[in-house]
């Protein structure tokens, strides 16, 4: 029994030595986008559902990478403050589905080739998502999501989601990031951009690792057909979704159970269906029904399992017919643990930028901010912070 255990433990650390550089990459490419870019020019620029905004909305959910939690009660919070309901939904999937430290994860786990279907497949999801808003969203359904957004219901990160911890003053880009304001918000940002995924990608590498080590081959050739192609392409993306539904683990989580069940024998496509069913677990749609209503809930629910499932049929067969399906000996689950290479070189480079950040976060009044992540839609923002402690950034 403590020999499995330890495997799995084993399974489990030398997936997290594998990707650590790469999500302090993303966290802090985001945290230097989030420290420059206000969130009232955020909700300015997502007006309508026209395609150049829900491009834009795209793009700026990449740029603002969040946990799935997070994500969920920002695009809330921008609903209410005036954002088209439409392209507050493009961000939330952007801001999870298609962001910097995923596409790098995939790649060093399972192979640029998801990277790619990623960033293909999740605009499509878009695109999808919003022809299905246009046909089947009635007015009186969005106008009854908005009086229960307005109530305010509490969710989960409500705090998180409601500070912008963005740098003010005048200036460009880098003027304004490089000053100890800036330095400070990335810090902050930073830390509760870790803090609020935390969670998620720890039991999600736990589980990955159980699976790993527990599970046979056998049983996943089985469970997902492997040995009948065709049938596991067409049931793939369509049972994926359901799977993930289930696993209760969202946003970068999903990514380490990913790379066992496409070992196992998922289909490509079923694999992108997969990873983007984070907005779609349990807790998630509770926090859904909370926020716009049952009804929105159900209708939310019904249109991203229909746009998610299309999009991993369209990269299943398309990426089949391009050739461009990677070998599944190919993907990794890392066994051997720490040992000195290319990895552990910038593993040691970003856990000492992460140090940094980290005591920067701590002398400007950092953990105070991070009590206030769980607070409330309207009252648990940064606005009530030290801002002479931060260094005068609100």
């Not at 399974?11 to 945290?31: D, K, Q, R, V, Y």
């Not at 990623?118 to 908005?146: C, D, Q, S």
């Not at 990031?177 to 951009?193: N, P, Q, R």
């Not at 990913?258 to 024998?265: F, S």
């Amino acid at each position: 029994m403590w020999h499995a255990i330890g495997h799995a433990l084993s399974i489990t650390g030398s997936m997290t030595w594998e990707i650590t550089w790469a999500l302090i990459l993303g966290f802090t490419l985001s945290a230097v986008v989030q420290a420059v870019v206000r969130r009232s020019t955020i909700v300015r620029l997502l007006g309508d559902d026209r395609p150049r905004t829900l491009a834009l909305a795209s793009g700026l959910g990449v740029a603002s990478s969040s946990c799935s939690y997070a994500a969920v009660a920002l695009a809330r919070s921008l609903f209410r403050k005036g954002a088209n309901f439409t392209a507050a939904m493009a961000f939330e999937i952007a801001s999870t589905n298609l962001v910097i430290e995923l596409g790098v994860i995939l790649a060093l786990l399972m192979g640029w080739q998801f990277t790619l279907a990623e960033f293909v497949g999740g605009p499509l999801m878009i695109v999808i998502l919003a022809v299905l808003f246009r046909v089947l969203l009635r007015e009186r359904l969005l106008r009854e999501a908005r009086e229960q957004a307005e109530r305010g219901r509490a969710g989960s990160m409500e705090g998180h989601a409601a500070m912008d911890m963005s740098v003010g003053g005048e200036g460009g880009f880098l003027r304004r990031l490089l000053t100890g304001k800036g330095f400070t918000s990335v810090a902050h940002i930073f830390v509760m951009e870790w803090a609020a995924i935390m969670r998620d990608l720890v039991v999600g590498l736990l589980i990955a690792g159980a699976i790993a080590a527990w599970v046979p081959d056998g049983f996943w050739r089985t469970f997902f057909l492997s040995d009948h192609p065709l049938a596991a392409r067409l049931v793939g993306p369509l049972v994926r979704p359901l799977v993930a539904i289930a696993a209760f683990v969202c946003s970068i989580g999903n990514v380490p159970l990913a790379v066992v069940l496409w070992k196992g024998g998922i289909s490509f496509g079923g694999v992108i269906a997969f990873v983007y069913a984070d907005l779609l677990i349990l807790p998630i749609l509770n926090i859904y029904r909370k926020y716009y209503g049952m009804r929105m809930a159900g209708f939310l629910l019904a249109t991203f399992y229909v746009a998610m499932t299309i999009a991993g049929y369209v990269v299943e067969f398309a990426f089949g017919g391009l050739g461009l399906i990677p070998d599944r000996s190919d993907a990794r689950i890392p066994h051997e643990g720490p040992t000195w290479s290319s990895t552990t070189l910038l593993n040691i480079v970003f856990l000492l930028l992460t140090a940094a950040l980290i005591v920067r976060f701590l002398r400007t009044g950092g953990p105070a901010m991070l009590r206030m992540m769980g607070g409330t839609p309207d009252g648990g923002g940064h606005q009530g912070h030290d801002s002479s402690r931060s260094g005068g950034h609100h």
